[in-house]
C-alpha cells in the first residue's frame, strides 16, 4: 500500500469537499465542527508539512471560480484554528 498516494488522492480530491461542509457548519455556529475541522487541518499539515499553507491554499486562493466567501473563511477561520498555540492536542499528536 502506498501511503504517499492515499495522502495525495484525499488531500487533492477530498479536502475541498470537506471545506465546504465545514463552512456551512461553521456559519451556523456549531463549535465541534470548528474543532473537528482544526485537527483535521492539523492532521493533514502531519501528514505533510505545512500542506495548509503551502499546497492547499495558495491554488485554492488563486482560483476565480471559488466563492469570495469560501476564501474569507479559509484564510480568516480556519488559519487562526491551526496555528500552533491552537495546535491539535489529541494524544496521537504527542
Not at 28 to 48: P, T
Not at 53 to 77: C, G, H, I, V, Y
Amino acid at each position: 500500500m502506498n501511503v504517499t498516494t492515499l495522502t495525495d488522492v484525499f488531500l487533492a480530491g477530498h479536502f475541498r469537499g470537506l471545506l465546504y461542509t465545514a463552512c456551512k457548519l461553521f456559519v451556523h455556529q456549531d463549535d465541534y465542527a470548528h474543532l473537528d475541522f482544526a485537527y483535521m487541518v492539523h492532521h493533514c499539515n502531519i501528514l505533510r508539512e505545512n500542506w495548509w499553507s503551502q499546497e492547499f491554499l495558495p491554488p485554492f486562493m488563486a482560483n476565480a471560480q471559488e466563492p469570495a466567501d469560501l476564501k474569507w473563511f479559509a484564510t480568516r477561520t480556519v488559519g487562526p484554528l491551526t496555528t500552533p498555540r491552537n495546535a491539535c492536542t489529541k494524544p496521537c499528536c504527542f
